[in-house]
């Protein structure tokens, strides 16, 4: 962990918060449109959150962890953006509900160590130092609280092309998580297990690019497939359906998805 890469997290999160209304905050879209299948898989493997108490580790603007409140979970959002802090604030007064916020990088949080049931790090560790915040993760949770993550791949090479199209939208000390990493979360959790989305289902993105014309880096790509999830949502389920069908016959290629969830317990 440097202080420049942080300080650079930090000027872009708090640009971007900046420039977002609360109201246009997708809190319920992110885990419940046809087109989320990491967090729709995320919410079977957390089941009651009715009291649990839940760390949104690098929350971002907020969309976990005011959902997670909606279901009843006690929620603390940590995140290193004061912007980002502000808003999930702003969210969570719009959602009527209660949002603990602490402000501090995802490695070295502050927080009270065994504090938390469950630790979800969304779309956190590929800005990070990984190793750090998965130790971090482990250490302020309680013993058999559970670890879930989910993080963008780095072998797709068409995908590369994407993240170099689209730089006006993404740090520069991003990493994509590489299968390898795996050993990283096996030497902290047990029962460590992952799934891999979107494979065919990336025609999406080229649907964007090619026929309508959005550029990568004028739209957040993982934003709009949730702004415009009715209208995709048919297209979407049968390239499904194909990724389903690909991954029994061919478990290996799941490498080549654009999102990765891990999940293992302390």
């Known amino acids: ?54 760390l949104d580790l ?31 604030a702003r969210v969570a007064t719009l959602y009527g509900v209660t949002v603990t916020c602490q402000c501090a990088p995802a490695e070295r949080t502050g927080l ?3 504090a938390f049931d469950v630790v979800y790090a969304g779309n956190v560790l ?7 915040v998965l130790d971090e993760a482990r ?16 072998h797709n090479p068409l995908i590369n092309v994407y993240r170099r199209m689209a730089r006006a939208v993404r740090t520069e000390d991003e990493h994509p998580l590489r299968i390898s990493d795996l050993a990283l979360f096996r030497e902290r959790f047990t029962n460590v297990q992952y799934q891999t989305f979107w494979l065919t289902t990336l025609a999406v993105f080229l649907r964007f690019y090619l026929f309508e014309r959005v550029h990568p880096s004028s ?35 799941g490498r080549y998805c654009w999102n990765i969830v891990v999940w293992g317990n302390k």
């Open 219 to 253: 739209e957040r790509y993982w934003k709009k497939i949730l702004t415009d999830a009715d209208r995709l949502a048919p297209f979407h389920a049968k390239l499904e359906r194909w990724d389903e069908r690909i991954f029994q016959w061919a478990p290996w290629l």
């Open 112 to 114: 009270p160590p065994d």
């Open 139 to 154: 250490r302020v949770l309680t013993p058999g609280g559970l670890f879930v993550s989910w993080d963008p791949l780095a």
């Open 1 to 54: 962990m440097t202080r420049d890469r942080l300080d650079r997290e930090e000027a872009f999160h708090d640009h971007w918060a900046a420039s977002v209304r609360p109201e246009d905050v997708l809190v319920r879209q992110s885990f419940e449109a046809p087109t989320a299948p990491e967090h729709r898989h995320i919410l079977r493997l957390l089941g009651d959150l009715t009291n649990r108490r839940v």
């Open 58 to 88: 690098g929350c971002g603007l907020g969309e976990a962890a005011v959902y997670f409140a909606l279901k009843g979970a006690v929620v603390t959002a940590s995140d290193l953006s004061p912007g980002m802090l502000d808003v999930v």
């Open 126 to 132: 590929h800005h990070t130092d990984t190793a750090a």
